[in-house]
């Protein structure tokens, strides 16, 4: 079982910076590949970033060299730092497993990008 906690969004000028936690815990918690989601609205959900089973980090285009995904073992979290934002990136941030079926969703984060 895998329970998923994201936070860390808000309000944000274009410009500006946040970073995302994903806190993941459950028994399976450390087992899985993880990545992060997310989805604008009326647009489907994305996977934007993740780690690889090379250990390597991937990114969607649009995001390539602003966000910057990294994890601390220990502690079951996922970040995402995410830099230069601009109004494109406002969307709901979610955090799950890649390589297989998602597990439950967790909440997610809003990120609103807005002067």
């Known amino acids: 079982q895998l329970q998923i906690v994201e936070s860390g969004g808000g309000l944000v000028q274009p410009g500006g910076s946040l970073r995302l936690s994903c806190v993941v815990s459950g028994s399976d918690a450390g087992r899985y590949l993880m990545g992060w989601f997310r989805q604008a609205p009326n647009k489907e959900r994305q996977l934007i970033s993740f780690?690889?089973?090379?250990?390597?980090?991937k990114y969607i285009d649009s995001v390539k060299g602003r966000f910057t995904i990294s994890k601390d073992n220990a502690k079951n979290t996922i970040y995402l730092q995410m830099n230069s934002l601009k109004q494109e990136d406002a969307a709901v941030y979610y955090c799950?497993?890649?390589?297989?079926?998602?597990?439950?969703w967790g909440p997610g984060t809003q990120v609103t990008v807005s002067s």
């Open positions: 799950n497993v890649v390589g297989v079926a998602p597990k439950s």
């Open positions: 780690f690889d089973v090379h250990g390597g980090t």
